[in-house]
């Protein structure tokens, strides 16, 4: 991968284009936006500015804990980044200059995504759009580029900041008054919301297909259009980003955790990836309805071979876990078929060969985006190298004891993880070392926090 020497010079004509750019469009403030281990948005709003010297960036953002460490205060999970041993250093930053977009809603404001590089110059290893990015080059290397589209599923509530500052978020009121899918009038003030998030969206150059209601109070689903692999997380990264930025505008808040229903009622929040194979600018997949080309049925036996060894990246966090169930179309083993929801990956062929795909159906909605592509791109790539072959798919739900099945819960699936070494190979240790670091900070925290708490179960089974 290209050092920050290289690619600073590299990008310094680029900085020039677009200062006078920006200077001709009146442009005043610019937000720098960091992607954090879990693919949240750090940021921060300066005067409009790009240089190729770069900037300073804190290590700890790589280290930050889910929702800044509540309810139980760990904050920062320690890492070889960032730490009581190290100091908690900086390290440097560069603005990538095709990620730059100007906002119709905000004239005088753009945005740009930096990316980390350690002090030596090397692409810092757990940066999420390098780890993208290094998964992007091996693919490109056998000849193939990818093109992928995220579908989020969330959930909208009325903001109230008293219950949100007390942690209250279960007693937060769902926007919309019905609990139907595809219903265009939830509520008076829906098209409006949407039809401007639209607007918005268009103005970063990024396409939404469509947005709609799903099954369930407060539910909501928006599909973005297919790009190349790191502008598509981008897009995704920006659209989670400026929802939540236009819910707050109106006195709402959304969400992208995967599960706020109990299990068992309405829908759970998921994050289906769409991806097609593209060589020489042509669409590769396909070889007619229900039939997958040589190329793409490697591809997709790469995907299911790593499946199990990648699965915490799909499914991150404790919450994750209450979205395990292939009976709400949630896959619970390593399966696959065309036009299948019950299966782990779904392949779709029709209407013709531009449209041909497969929907990675794994994750939910608190995926870091960065992290699931690679992960897909790169246990795909790896298919083509070895020449490997998929089971045969399923017709439907796959029978029990018929398929192999997925950790189900975020410790196992974890240690599935460090002991993988294709995610060793793939990854590199450090990346493997700090992402497992991460999700076992959380399993120790949702521990801690059950073992201070005598729980409602525990009252009603044992009291008398």
């Avoid at 670091?437 to 009252?459: K, M």
Wanted: include cysteine; aromatic fraction near 10%; charge should be negative.
């Amino acid at each position: 991968m290209v050092e920050f020497k290289n690619r600073a010079a590299e990008f310094s004509s680029n900085y020039k284009d677009l200062a006078e750019k920006a200077n001709n469009k009146n442009i005043r403030y610019l937000q720098s936006h960091v992607v954090d281990n879990v693919g949240r948005l750090r940021s921060k709003l300066s005067p409009f500015k790009l240089s190729n010297v770069g900037e300073s960036l804190n290590a700890i953002l790589y280290c930050v804990s889910h929702g800044e460490g509540q309810p139980d205060g760990d904050i920062v999970f320690e890492s070889e980044m960032a730490s009581d041993a190290n100091g908690y250093p900086n390290i440097q930053a560069l603005a990538d200059p095709s990620s730059l977009r100007f906002h119709n809603w905000r004239p005088d404001t753009a945005s740009v995504f930096l990316s980390g590089y350690m002090l030596d110059g090397s692409p810092c290893p757990v940066d999420s759009r390098h780890v993208l990015l290094k998964a992007c080059e091996a693919l490109d290397a056998r000849g193939f580029q990818a093109r992928v589209g995220l579908e989020y599923e969330f959930g909208i509530f009325h903001a109230d900041e008293e219950l949100m500052q007390q942690g209250r978020y279960r007693d937060l009121r769902p926007w919309g008054q019905t609990l139907v899918n595809y219903e265009m009038n939830r509520n008076g003030e829906y098209q409006d919301l949407m039809s401007d998030f639209l607007s918005r969206m268009a103005s970063l150059n990024i396409g939404v297909a469509s947005v709609v209601s799903e099954y369930g109070f407060g539910m909501y689903e928006l599909a973005l259009s297919p790009k190349p692999a790191l502008e598509a997380a981008d897009d995704a990264t920006r659209a989670k980003f400026h929802l939540n930025e236009l819910c707050a505008e109106r006195g709402l808040v959304a969400t992208f955790m995967t599960r706020f229903q109990p299990p068992g009622r309405e829908s759970a929040c998921g994050a289906h990836h769409h991806l097609s194979l593209w060589q020489d600018d042509k669409p590769i997949l396909a070889a007619g309805t229900n039939k997958l080309s040589e190329d793409g049925m490697m591809f997709l036996a790469g995907m299911l071979e790593y499946l199990a060894d990648t699965h915490v990246i799909f499914r991150p966090t404790i919450n994750s876990y209450r979205r395990f169930d292939r009976g709400a179309w949630s896959p619970e083993d390593i399966t696959w078929g065309y036009e299948n929801r019950t299966s782990a990956i779904r392949v779709i062929t029709t209407p013709g060969a531009k449209a041909c795909r497969f929907e990675h159906r794994v994750s939910g909605s608190d995926v870091n985006p960065y992290l699931t592509t690679a992960a897909i791109l790169a246990a795909g790539t790896e298919g083509l190298r070895l020449g490997l072959k998929p089971p045969e798919p399923m017709k439907g739900m796959a029978p029990d004891g018929s398929a192999n099945r997925l950790q189900s819960n975020l410790k196992n699936a974890t240690e599935d993880f460090v002991n993988s070494a294709f995610c060793n190979a793939t990854f590199g240790p450090a990346f493997v070392k700090h992402y497992a670091e991460s999700r076992f900070g959380e399993v120790a925290a949702f521990e801690a926090w059950q073992n201070a708490r005598i729980t409602d179960f525990e009252w009603e089974r044992y009291f008398i």
